[in-house]
């Protein structure tokens, strides 16, 4: 019972600590990319209005014309 004990525990030490360590990392990077991904979606909707706007505006000149 103690050398199934003791493999169990080295097995934790060995392969999952550091298996959770790169879990913890990657949840970390994937939580900033998210955050990035949202900033770049925000802006490219007010960069789509802009455009939208300017149309309207050179449309608006064009019909002048």
């Known amino acids: 019972c103690t050398i199934i004990a003791l493999a169990c525990s080295g097995l934790r030490l060995i392969v999952i600590a550091p ?8 949840e970390v990077t994937i939580s900033k ?3 990035k991904i949202d900033g770049q979606t925000e802006r490219i909707a007010r960069v789509e209005e802009s455009a939208k706007s300017a149309h309207k505006r ?3 000149l064009e019909n002048k014309l």
Not at 19 to 26: A, K, M, T, V
Request: net charge negative; glycine share 8%.
């Open 19 to 26: 298996l959770q360590r790169s879990i913890d990392r990657l």
């Open 33 to 35: 990319m998210d955050e």
């Open 58 to 60: 050179i449309d608006g």
